[in-house]
């Protein structure tokens, strides 16, 4: 989404509020402002829990140090956000673009 220029703020809060609405129980955002506002509104919307987190390393740590078998992850952003490496990480695979 950060090819979306000046909409980029508001698409953020919008996949935050749908997150809510579709009874989503965690949400960590990574990165800095397009992530805080998608997080905020997460939050406001009624997500029960949120992370914050500056990178992709501090992401997969997290997220291993909680999920049970069973938990669903979906890892969403724009290619420049490399979050396929949380992905690879979560799912033992080589990390790349490092």
Known sequence: MLELG???VEAHRQVGRMAAENGV???VAVGDTLAKQLALAAGAAGVP???MVGD???AAAYLASILRPGDVVLVKASRGGQLWQIA???TG???TGL
């Open 93 to 95: 695979q080589p990390v």
């Open 6 to 8: 000046d909409e980029a």
């Open 56 to 58: 992709n390393g501090t």
């Open 88 to 90: 690879q990480a979560l």
């Open 25 to 27: 129980d965690l949400i």
């Open 49 to 51: 829990d949120i992370a």
